[in-house]
C-alpha cells in the first residue's frame, strides 16, 4: 500500500507502454493469465482514445491502467460476460457509429501503488472521455472480489444489496460506489475462473449527467434505483 506523496500523470497508452502494462498485470493478478501483447496491440488499433496509462512522475513507472471501448448496449445482454463484452479481450467490436455506452473493460493499480489516488485519476480520465465524446454512460462489471468469503451463507445478489447499503465492504464495488456508479445488476459466469468472485459481478453505471439533461426522451425511460435495490436490466 502506498503511503508517500506520489506524483501521477495520466495520459492515452503508448505502444511503448505494452511490456509495462503486461509486467502491471502480472504483479496485480499474478494466478490470471495477462494481458497479451496482441491484445494490447488491438485496443491501440481500434480505439487509442480509449486507453489509459497512470505513470509515476519521476520514476516513469507504469502504476495503472484503464481499458474500455465503445458498445451499442443493445447488442448484449445484461447476463453477456467479460469475453463477449470486449470481443476474448481484443475490443474488435468497437463500435463508435452506433454505440452510446463506454465499457469499462479494465482497470488495475499495482500494488506498491495502491491507497495513492491513482484510481480516482484513471476513473475521472475516463469520464472526461465521456463527456467529450456525448456518449451516455459509463458501464462495466464489477468483479466481486470479497464474495468468497460469504458464498456459503449468502447469495452474490444479497451480498451486493448488503455492499450497497453499507453493511459489508467489498474492495472494488466500494470503490466505484464513491466514484458515482450505482448497480443495475448482479450476473454469474462473468469472469472464468476467478477464486475470489467466483465468477461473480454486479453490473455497473456511471450516468453522463451533461448528455441526460439535453436527452428528455432517454431520461424519462430511465428506472432510478432507490439506495439497497437493484435492477434486473436498463434500457438504453
Same mark, same amino acid.
Given at each position: !500500500?502506498?503511503?508517500?506523496?506520489?506524483?501521477?500523470?495520466?495520459?492515452?497508452?503508448?505502444?511503448?507502454?505494452?511490456?509495462?502494462?503486461?509486467?502491471?498485470?502480472? @504483479?496485480?493478478?499474478?494466478?490470471?493469465?495477462?494481458?497479451? +501483447?496482441?491484445?494490447?496491440?488491438?485496443?491501440?488499433?481500434?480505439?487509442?482514445?480509449?486507453?489509459?496509462?497512470?505513470?509515476?512522475?519521476?520514476? #516513469?513507472?507504469?502504476?495503472?491502467?484503464?481499458?474500455?471501448?465503445?458498445?451499442?448496449?443493445?447488442?448484449?445482454?445484461? +447476463?453477456?460476460?467479460?469475453?463477449?463484452?470486449? @470481443?476474448?479481450?481484443? $475490443?474488435?467490436?468497437?463500435?463508435?457509429?452506433?454505440?452510446?455506452?463506454?465499457?469499462?473493460?479494465?482497470? !488495475?493499480?499495482?500494488?506498491?501503488?495502491?491507497?495513492?489516488?491513482?484510481? #480516482?485519476?484513471?476513473?475521472?480520465?475516463?469520464?472526461?472521455?465521456?463527456?467529450?465524446?456525448?456518449?451516455?454512460?459509463?458501464?462495466?462489471?464489477?468483479?466481486?472480489?470479497?464474495?468468497?468469503?460469504?458464498?456459503?451463507?449468502?447469495?452474490?445478489?444479497?451480498?451486493?444489496?448488503?455492499?450497497?447499503?453499507?453493511?459489508?465492504?467489498?474492495?472494488?464495488?466500494? $470503490?466505484?460506489? #464513491?466514484?458515482?456508479?450505482?448497480?443495475?445488476?448482479?450476473?454469474?459466469?462473468?469472469?472464468?475462473?476467478?477464486?475470489?468472485?467466483?465468477?461473480?459481478?454486479?453490473?455497473? +453505471?456511471?450516468?453522463?449527467? #451533461?448528455?441526460?439533461?439535453?436527452?428528455?426522451?432517454?431520461?424519462?425511460?430511465?428506472?432510478?434505483?432507490?439506495?439497497?435495490?437493484? @435492477?434486473?436490466? @436498463?434500457?438504453?
Amino acid at each position: !500500500m502506498m503511503q508517500q506523496p506520489i506524483h501521477i500523470v495520466i495520459r492515452n497508452t503508448r505502444p511503448e507502454d505494452i511490456p509495462g502494462i503486461i509486467a502491471l498485470t502480472m @504483479a496485480v493478478y499474478p494466478d490470471s493469465r495477462p494481458w497479451s +501483447e496482441t491484445q494490447l496491440a488491438s485496443h491501440l488499433e481500434v480505439f487509442p482514445e480509449g486507453q489509459f496509462v497512470a505513470v509515476e512522475r519521476e520514476s #516513469k513507472h507504469i502504476a495503472g491502467m484503464s481499458a474500455s471501448l465503445i458498445i451499442p448496449w443493445d447488442d448484449y445482454e445484461m +447476463e453477456s460476460n467479460w469475453r463477449d463484452f470486449t @470481443a476474448g479481450g481484443l $475490443f474488435t467490436n468497437h463500435d463508435p457509429t452506433r454505440g452510446r455506452t463506454l465499457y469499462g473493460a479494465e482497470v !488495475m493499480v499495482h500494488p506498491d501503488f495502491q491507497g495513492g489516488g491513482v484510481g #480516482k485519476k484513471l476513473y475521472r480520465a475516463r469520464r472526461d472521455l465521456v463527456e467529450g465524446l456525448g456518449l451516455r454512460r459509463i458501464r462495466a462489471g464489477s468483479r466481486l472480489r470479497g464474495f468468497h468469503y460469504v458464498a456459503d451463507r449468502m447469495s452474490a445478489q444479497e451480498y451486493v444489496r448488503q455492499v450497497v447499503r453499507g453493511k459489508l465492504t467489498d474492495p472494488t464495488l466500494n $470503490f466505484q460506489l #464513491k466514484q458515482g456508479f450505482r448497480v443495475l445488476a448482479v450476473v454469474s459466469g462473468y469472469l472464468r475462473n476467478d477464486p475470489e468472485s467466483l465468477g461473480q459481478a454486479a453490473v455497473i +453505471e456511471w450516468i453522463n449527467r #451533461k448528455v441526460l439533461a439535453e436527452d428528455r426522451r432517454w431520461a424519462r425511460s430511465q428506472t432510478t434505483l432507490s439506495p439497497g435495490s437493484l @435492477a434486473s436490466n @436498463a434500457s438504453i
